[in-house]
């Protein structure tokens, strides 16, 4: 009990982690987070290429799988789908990566050498925004690339981990050494709002073309910058509907999160959708829920 207490206290306070968070979501702040020197822990494998063969005359091209979770989420939030992900593929082992505000970074775990190595990634701070997690993924995604020497990936996001995926293509696609996006699985998107954070149930709908008939800040955002996002990407968006009167997941509307459809379908070579309904489509037990994770892998083509 004594040692539960000391590690309790040993953790940065609330009040701390929220002041961190709005430092991070404000361009004009972001250098004061830069003022502590960088740590990167290394304890990753590097699997040697696969050598040439009759079957295989050339090595595989390296797309790795990133999966991104979202608000006070962590390694459990993906767990499973790696999981499942590696059993399809048969190869357990991938990579771990844990990465701060402040850009500490630390990789454990093995980066595969097939041709679909998975990255698990998990960001330290929990209570952070969708600006916040835009950041890191903008500050990790060029580290991973040059490390491992990819120029493509593929990204599974859960939560706010799918606007951010969004988000994040667009503000750096004319970004020099930046991994472009090749296919995203967007599963509990919070795309025009969260419930009773500027979202209410049966409030906001959709017109007839699916353009929510009210849009926030960041959904606005979005729109104005739907041009900046690549057409040869795929789309695959998974919303839930607990079947309820709020037709919601619990925390994210129908309307919210089929809103990206209006963004994006128009833009990308591919755009499919899949609603799933009932207590499985809650939204802390999407990324669990086995029909999800067999239709997301499916799309990725492990």
Same mark, same amino acid.
């Given at each position: ?5 000391? !590690? ?12 961190? #968070?709005?430092? #991070? ?18 304890? &990753? ?6 050598? #040439? ?5 050339? +090595? ?13 989420? $962590? ?6 789908? /790696? ?14 990566? &844990?990465? !701060? ?20 990634? /998990? ?25 491992f020497n990819f120029s493509s990936y593929n990204a599974v996001g859960h939560s706010l981990g799918a606007p951010s995926i969004v988000r994040t293509e667009m503000k750096t696609q004319k970004r020099r050494g930046f991994p472009r996006l090749k296919k995203a699985a967007l599963v509990a998107g919070p795309f025009? $709002?969260?419930?009773? @954070?500027?979202?209410? +149930?049966? /409030? ?7 353009? +929510? ?22 789309? @695959?968006?998974?919303? $839930?509907?607990?079947? !309820? ?13 089929? &809103?990206?459809?209006?963004? @994006?379908?128009?833009? /990308? ?14 939204? &802390? ?15 990725? !083509?492990?």
């Open positions: 009990m004594y040692k539960e207490k000391k !590690d309790k206290d040993k953790e940065p306070k609330m009040a701390y982690k929220v002041f961190i #968070a709005i430092l #991070a979501s404000i361009p004009f702040t972001r250098p004061l987070l830069h003022l502590r020197r960088r740590k990167i822990i290394d304890q &990753s494998v590097i699997e040697e290429p696969r050598k #040439a063969t009759a079957d295989c005359p050339k +090595p595989p091209t390296q797309v790795p799988v990133i999966y991104i979770h979202g608000f006070r989420g $962590g390694d459990y939030t993906t767990e499973i789908m /790696v999981q499942k992900a590696g059993e399809l593929k048969k190869e357990p082992k991938f990579l771990k990566v &844990s990465v !701060d505000l402040f850009g500490n970074i630390e990789l454990s775990g093995t980066y595969t050498n097939d041709s679909k190595p998975i990255i698990q990634l /998990v960001f330290k701070e929990k209570i952070i925004g969708v600006f916040a997690i835009c950041y890191m993924l903008r500050m990790i995604l060029p580290f991973l690339a040059k490390k025009d $709002g969260v419930m009773f @954070l500027g979202d209410l +149930p049966n /409030v906001n709908s959709l017109t007839r073309q699916g353009r +929510p008939i009210m849009m926030n800040a960041s959904y606005l955002s979005m729109l104005r910058n739907r041009r900046k996002f690549p057409k040869d990407i795929s789309i @695959l968006n998974i919303y $839930g509907n607990i079947g !309820d009167e709020t037709n919601t997941d619990r925390f994210i509307s129908v309307v919210s999160a089929k &809103s990206i459809r209006y963004i @994006l379908a128009p833009i /990308v070579q591919h755009f499919s959708e899949m609603e799933v309904r009932g207590p499985a489509a809650e939204h &802390s037990e999407m990324h669990d829920n086995p029909l999800v994770i067999g239709v997301i892998n499916r799309f990725i !083509d492990y």
